[in-house]
């Protein structure tokens, strides 16, 4: 390394070596032209080859002849070997001499330019590695390569230029320069021989797309010859399932702009006569399987359009309802016999004899963490088992939804020992289950955010879940530690506790400013436990015991109307209002409950289809100062449309809190259900609406005095800001969703963007309204005058009527004055009328954490109800 090393870049040159051999420039100038024997071969040049290494490799040996086709074969010998960069043979007298310069050694490989390829995906094409000999033909090869990867990356105007940099020793680094260009579009997709469809009716059936402002996100617009043969056969399934089964694609062909920056693609179909279905039937070879039975049971009629998507359903259904009965290897075809002249297709399902199958062995690869009976424990079928189809496909959706493992998992299904028996194999991938998160951001909700969790959900790989969670933000924070135990002693029973520590700090906007209402501290504990009663019906019961410190900020809301004490000593309701004096307490609450739960989602983390029903009630009063009993239920419903990643998904639920003690007379204002205990609804169960943007609430409108028409009166502020709202709940809210799900092209998934569409609906009422208040002015009290009324009085004796305050209560002429007026409560929104919203939505799992966007536009409100366009969350789960 002490040495200097002098550096030449040099491009390669473009054509070989053995060009300069075969022109004659090489040959060996001396040789004669006569025939005569070789006395003596020998090397020289050689700098890591051996002399009798180099002999090896060509058929020139002591005591030939010599000729000069075994001279020009010698030479070819050598250059294949593709370890000399220069080779020359010369013949003095019966002595051959082969002079040869070696190759060079490659010290390391370089790439420069690529961006939007990575190394980590370049250099497993790269068959060159240092240490190697550096041969023409493996750079050119490579270079293909680089090449053939950028055109599967839709880059067809990428280049790459190889060049080396020659070092001392007989060594190269190799310097792979691309130059990436831009991404090849699809400009233009033109169809010839269509006249019953149009063109963009066919383009909307193709994965590709032509390059427009509107497909921005959409990857299809980028040219794949892969991606061209699907959209022959998406057009021809597509003609297949409206009736033409003669439909062919004659041809079809991408043609490369001159400037390589975009593709042309022109087909030609013939799309033939439309055919209506024959007659159809069933002929079954499996005894169980009557063939009259199944045949009545198709959904495919005779005398309709001939649909080919129909058929392949056929087909699936059946077989599905044979593997339901144990024949996991039943043989579902269909005959068709084709009336050209009728246009009709008849089509005969065969279902070949089958004999019943029992599950032999089932075999679990791939878990290094997982222990297997955590796998096994989600089969829905043991060894000996009957087959059956649906179970096997249970047994997948249940695996998947542990979260331990791959997206795409299959059990698959093969022959076993004897033809009766199949081995069910699961292939797992293990994906990382222990996840620290720390996190910080801000959000329209709790303003400055910070949480840190640390989730094992596959502990010491037994299934357990053990989690800490710890948050803060403005207005709330909380400490959480809880363990579940799945499968108890192995057996079919959850187990999971919690501990808890809470605080609250509930809050009202006025003067645009957040404000700290009251303060809520809870501690406490829960403990859970579960049993399936059948594969889709969950049944849990869950106890829990709470303490809960609810205070006033004193030096803002209390008051000494004794002044007896020197602070003060009691809530006043003209400061902070009788519902939230009502609220503040320390109380204890011990409360036992259950979940009914029906599930047949394929996945609990992210479904795609199936539906879930919940019934939730909870009970309290079993020792504690708080008497209720809560009822809620939750029902939701997903469909994978047509399979094209389009995910559409309905939502709804509902509660009711019913008291089980008397607090006070409802004439004073008093709600049995506290304060504390009531349901909200706002940001973010109905988008378009702000938090606790919905529902019964008090607002505290204040007053200014004006002079109209010579008369002193009291003018409300209406403006929002300054207007004092309190939201206070209610005991019954419903609330329902729909919600569309879009998919994106390949890039913006990678990037986990998932926008949606979606309709919200709820409200939140019946609560006992509370007494309310219209608090006048009062003046300054001194030590010997008692704080009194102000009234306004109109002073005329200038030439501007002014305003003035006084505790006389009659004018001069003995008229009575109008009192100056503080504030009035007015109370808004016990409604059961739904408020609607609608808008557009997008999760982004971003590098930073996951963000959550949301414009929604509430179309359906009451009176007093908060409306919010926008709303995002970040570095909180959504």
Not at 20 to 30: L, R, Y
Request: with cysteine.
């Amino acid at each position: 390394m002490g040495a200097s090393i002098l550096a030449v870049i040099v491009s390669l040159p473009a054509t070989p070596a053995l060009a300069q051999s075969e022109g004659g420039a090489s040959a060996p100038a001396s040789a004669p032209a006569q025939e005569n024997t070789i006395r003596s071969v020998s090397v020289v040049g050689t700098q890591r080859l051996e002399a009798d290494t180099v002999r090896s490799y060509i058929r020139l040996r002591q005591g030939q002849v010599w000729t000069q086709a075994a001279g020009d074969q010698a030479l070819k010998d050598l250059y294949a070997t593709e370890l000399f960069a220069d080779v020359s043979i010369r013949n003095t007298g019966g002595d051959v001499t082969i002079e040869v310069r070696e190759n060079p050694v490659i010290n390391r490989i370089i790439l420069e330019g690529n961006k939007r390829i990575k190394n980590d995906k370049i250099e497993p094409e790269i068959k060159l590695a240092p240490r190697q000999i550096y041969s023409r033909s493996k750079v050119r090869a490579d270079v293909a390569r680089i090449i053939e990867l950028y055109k599967r990356q839709g880059r067809f105007a990428a280049q790459v230029e190889p060049k080396l940099v020659q070092l001392d020793q007989n060594r190269v680094d190799i310097v792979f320069e691309i130059t990436e260009g831009p991404k090849s579009k699809v400009r233009q997709i033109n169809i010839i021989g269509n006249e019953k469809f149009s063109d963009n009716e066919l383009r909307g059936e193709m994965v590709t797309k032509q390059a427009r402002l509107t497909s921005i996100f959409s990857s299809g617009t980028s040219y794949d010859p892969d991606r061209l043969a699907f959209d022959q056969q998406k057009l021809r399934q597509f003609y297949l399932t409206e009736g033409y089964a003669d439909f062919r694609v004659v041809s079809a062909v991408a043609e490369l702009t001159p400037d390589k920056k975009d593709f042309i693609i022109t087909y030609v179909v013939e799309e033939g006569e439309r055919y209506k279905f024959g007659d159809v039937k069933v002929d079954s070879k499996i005894r169980d399987f009557k063939s009259e039975a199944l045949t009545a049971n198709l959904r495919i009629k005779k005398g309709d359009w001939y649909n080919a998507k129909q058929v392949e359903d056929t087909v699936e259904g059946l077989t599905e309802s044979a593997g339901l009965f144990g024949y996991a290897f039943a043989d579902v075809s269909p005959q068709f016999i084709r009336d050209k002249d009728a246009l009709t297709m008849s089509i005969t399902f065969d279902i070949a004899e089958a004999e019943r199958v029992f599950v032999e062995r089932i075999d679990i690869n791939g878990n290094t963490i997982t222990q297997d009976k955590v796998i096994r424990r989600e089969f829905r079928l043991n060894e000996g088992d009957a087959f059956n189809s649906i179970q096997v496909k249970r047994t997948a959706d249940r695996i998947k939804s542990l979260g331990y493992f791959q997206e795409d998992l299959e059990v698959e299904q093969e022959q076993g020992s004897t033809p009766d028996r199949i081995v069910l194999t699961t292939n797992v991938e293990e994906k990382a289950t222990g996840e620290l998160s720390l996190s910080a951001g801000f959000s329209s909700i709790e303003n400055f955010i910070f949480q840190g969790s640390i989730t094992q959900r596959n502990f010491r790989g037994k299934g357990q879940e053990l989690r800490t969670n710890i948050s803060y933000s403005s207005y709330s924070k909380s400490a959480e530690i809880g363990f579940t135990e799945p499968y108890l002693f192995d057996r079919s029973i959850a187990l999971s506790g919690d501990i808890f520590r809470r605080d609250l700090s509930s809050f009202n906007f006025f003067n645009n400013d957040r404000n700290t209402t009251y303060k809520q501290a809870t501690t406490g504990f829960q403990i859970r436990t579960g049993v399936p009663i059948n594969e889709f019906l969950y049944f849990q019961a869950r106890y829990g015991l709470s303490y809960d410190d609810i205070s006033l900020d004193r030096s803002l809301f209390f008051s000494d109307p004794d002044g007896t004490g020197p602070l003060p000593s009691s809530c006043d309701p003209v400061l902070a209002g009788r519902f939230l004096c009502d609220a503040i307490g320390k109380r204890l609450t011990s409360t036992l409950g259950y979940t009914l739960l029906y599930d047949t989602r394929d996945s609990r983390l992210r479904p795609t289809r199936g539906h879930s029903i919940s019934l939730s009630q909870d009970f309290a009063g079993l020792g504690g100062e708080v008497k209720y009993i809560r009822t809620r239920a939750n029902a939701n419903k997903y469909w994978n449309l047509s399979n094209s990643g389009f995910i559409f998904s309905i939502s709804a639920e509902g509660g009711y809190i019913h008291p089980l003690e008397n607090r006070g007379s409802s004439a004073a204002g008093i709600d049995d259900v506290r304060l504390t205990d009531r349901f909200y609804l706002g940001e973010p169960q109905i988008r378009g609406f702000d938090i606790r943007g919905v529902g019964p609430r008090v607002q505290r409108i204040f007053f200014d005095g004006e002079i109209q028409n010579g008369v002193a009166v009291n003018v409300p502020r209406l403006d929002k800001k300054q207007i004092q709202d309190d939201a206070i709940g209610g005991r019954v809210y419903y609330l329902g969703r729909a919600e569309l799900e879009i998919p994106l092209g390949s890039g913006a998934k990678e990037l986990g963007l998932r926008p949606s569409v979606f309709v919200d609906a709820g409200a939140v009422f019946n609560v006992v309204t509370p007494l309310l208040q219209s608090v006048q002015a009062k003046s300054v009290a001194t030590t010997t005058t008692p704080s009194l009324p102000l009234y306004y009085n109109v002073n005329t004796t200038g030439t501007t009527p002014v305003l003035e305050q006084t505790t006389v209560a009659t004018n001069p002429d003995g008229s009575a004055r109008v009192p100056v007026m503080q504030f009035e409560e007015r109370f808004f929104g016990d409604s059961w009328k739904p408020r609607v919203s609608v808008g557009v939505g997008v999760n982004w799992n971003s590098p930073f954490g996951p963000f959550r966007i949301d414009i929604a536009r509430a179309l359906l409100k009451e009176p007093g109800d908060d409306t919010k366009l926008f709303t995002f969350n970040v570095g909180t789960q959504f």
